[in-house]
Structure formats: C-alpha cells, structure tokens
C-alpha cells in the first residue's frame, strides 16, 4: 500500500512490543512479545509456549530452575506457565534468540517475566474441525486463526486499493441512508422496520441515491456500505446483511464504459492483493492469487446459454436467468477457453432486470446490463440507467411500480441528469471466490442469515 510502511512499529502502552512477524529480523536481546496462548508443552526440564498475535506466532521457551541436588527450585515464571489455559492473552519479556532449529520462525523467546492480562476459560467451545454454524457462534474465538485474520487483512487492503482508484480517478465518496421511504430495489427481500408513527425500509442497495449524486452533477461516486435483504435462503452466497461496494458514473455511452472502469477497478485490487499477501494467500490457503488481464471476457446472456446448452446443461430457469449451475458452466467454459476467471454476462432480458435499467435502443426486450461472474459465482451487477424520465416513469409502470412512491426518485430526473450507469458488488462475495472459500460465512465478519443475528 502506498505511504504505509509494513508492519511499521507504533510503540503505545509503557511497555515496547514488538510484533511477532517483526521478530526474524530483530537483533537477539531483550524484546517483548504480547499475544495469546496456543500451545503449553508443560515438560520436566523446559516449559515451551506458543504465542500468537495478529501477525504471527513464537517458541516462548523457560528451562526449569534446579538446586545443584537436583530438587526444583522456587520458579514463578514456571508456576505461571504450568497454569496457563489455552486462549489466555499475555505479555512475555525476554531474550530473543535466533536459531534456525526452531521450527516455527527460527527465533524464540528465552523467559524473563510473563504478565497476564486476562485468563482464558480452560475448555474452549470450537475446535479446529467444528462445523461452520458451531464456529460462527464463538466467532471471536474462530478468528484467532490465522486463515481468518488473514481474510480481513486482505479485505482491508482490497478496500484501501479500490479506494486509491477511486481517489486518484477523482471519484467523490458518499455515504448513503440505510433507512429509506420506499424500497431501494424492488419488494421482494425488504426488511420493514417501525419508524415512529411510519414504516421504514432498510435499503437493500444504495441504487436510488447513487443515481441522485448523478442528478447533483457529483459525476464519479463510491460508497462501500451495508446492504439488507430479506432473504429467507440458506446458501452459501446470501446474508440478509452484507457490505456492498458501489459506484456511479455520468456521461457514459453504454454498459461497455461501466465494464470498462469495473475491470480495470478489479485489476488495481487484485494487483495490490498479490503484492501483498500473494505469498501468504498460497501458503495458508493454497491458492494463486491471478490478477485478471484486460479487458475481461464479455459473452451476451442469450449466447452464454447456448454455450452452456453444448456443453450439455440447459438452464432451467424460465425467466430467462442463469442459474448458478449455468454460472458455474459458463465460467468453465470461459477458463478453458481464455484463461480468465473473470466473465461480464451482459443484454439481461428487460424482463428480469429492474426498471432502472436501460433498454437497448433498438431491442427493447434487452438492456444496457451485465452480471460479472468470478470463478463461477455472480459477484457483481451493473449497468447504463435510463435517466429519461418519461422511459424511466414507463418502466416502472409496465413492471407494475408505485409512481406514487417512487415519487422522490423520479424527482431526481426531472431537473436535468447526465447519461449514467455503475455497479453493485458484494464484498464477502469477491473474497470468498478469490480465496477458493465455500462459504460466504467465512469472508463476513459476523455473518447475518435468517435465523442468526448473534453475535
Ligand atoms: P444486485 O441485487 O444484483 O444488484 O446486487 C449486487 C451484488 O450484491 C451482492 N448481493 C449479495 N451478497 C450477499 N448476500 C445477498 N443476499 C446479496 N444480494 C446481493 C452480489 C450481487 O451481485 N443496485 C443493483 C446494482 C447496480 O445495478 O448498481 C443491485 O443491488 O454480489
């Protein structure tokens, strides 16, 4: 990341920590590491702990003290140690060694004194092997792993590389009403909440008032922020809550200038992700972080199920859609044949597209949309929006849309607009299938689904 020196030290507290990835490269001498408790092997002669923090973990090694007969001498440090449950967080001082036949890092911590800030319960609920429900209900203690902590890691940096885009390309940041007066998308999967003497909805997307930054003459926006849909599903890609990352901008042709500022978005996170974590991303998760080329494949909807129809798969669905199997199809199809883990499935029917969307000029049954496949699962859509109002307002109507209610957001066309389009694209989505994960559960920080909202 640019301007942020890795693992620079920010010395806070009386005492100077040292975090455990920076112990490699630190001289051998006095040095304190704080972290919780992994493993004790409690032994006769010499106690070993291993210490983990967020960054890495350590030997942390105490020879037992003996009289010259042999009987145990008097050992604070040992009594500690011989005490500590596993989970228990804790500051060692001592002597770090190098010694490159210590398994874990090469260095290790010879004891001085060991001050515990908190002690952990003896039996821990999760193990490595419990299910992921069991796991999400003690998820502080699940993200102690370091394939968790390294999760978050990179979604920080692929957030702060998609913000550097955006910033550098002169887009503006907005943050948008998660309670809303009407409904942001359509009203299926709408969460009502009381709202004093009124209903509020919570906004299944950020769509209307991204649009209204186009109106305010705002020309580039982004917002990441949370999303609600009231969907009763138990899948492995859908929250009732999740953080959608968001942009609009005017004064474009069509879809293809959306696709076009949507990949070359897509590189700059994925390149910044590579640089950064590609090696530990291959070690923890044995994957290959590939940074896609440009421009991504785009294969029109009607042609893709063809494609997926030779290959032996006929879509069900009779609303015209791709099922996931057919994502999944067309995805195989596209790595086989490009070598691209990437595909924008673009000219969705009007008729499963939301009013919104822009219809081709001379093929009113299709619109100026895409869906952007990652690996085989939908992680994105995006598309031109119809900014003429009277098109708009007879959209929403022949989709059997309350003008009344949409009143607001039809206001926002009336007082002149520039041609516009963006994209909607789920967060935990794009770091699940960028790290191979089954579940979108894993990639949520606290994952919310129907039947939880704990903790
Ligand atoms: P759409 O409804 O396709 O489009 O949502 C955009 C993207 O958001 C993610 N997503 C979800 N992730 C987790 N759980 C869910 N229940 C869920 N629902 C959606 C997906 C999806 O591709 N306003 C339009 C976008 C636009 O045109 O700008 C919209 O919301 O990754």
Redesign the pocket.
Known sequence: MPGVPSGAQLNLGTVTRTLIKNLAAAADGDISVSGWVETVRDQKKVQFVVLRDESGAVQLVHPRQFAEDGTPEEDPIADTISGLSQGTFLTATGELKHDERVKLGGVEVKLDALTVSSRSVAETPIADDSGVDKRMDWRFLDLRRPEANLIFRIQTTLEHAWRTYWVEHDFIEVHTPKLMASPS?SRAELFQVPYFDTVAYLA??P?HFKQMAQAAGFGKIFEIGP?F?A?PSFTS????E?T?I?SEISWIDSHEDVMKFHEELMVAGFQAVKDRHGAEIEALFGVEVTVPSVPFPRIPLAEAKEIVAKRGYEVPRADDDMDPEGERQIAAYVKETFDHEFVFLTDYAATIRPFYHMRHEDDQTLTNSY?LIFNGV??????QREHRVEVLEAQATAKGLDTEELATYLDFFRYGVPSHG?????L??VLMLMLHQTN?RETTYLFRGPTRLLP
């Open positions: 998308e299944q997307s769509q999303a849909r969907d890609r859908h929250a009732t999740f959608s968001d869906d939908e992680i994105s859509t995006g598309a963006g994209f909607g694209m789920g935990a989505r979108i």
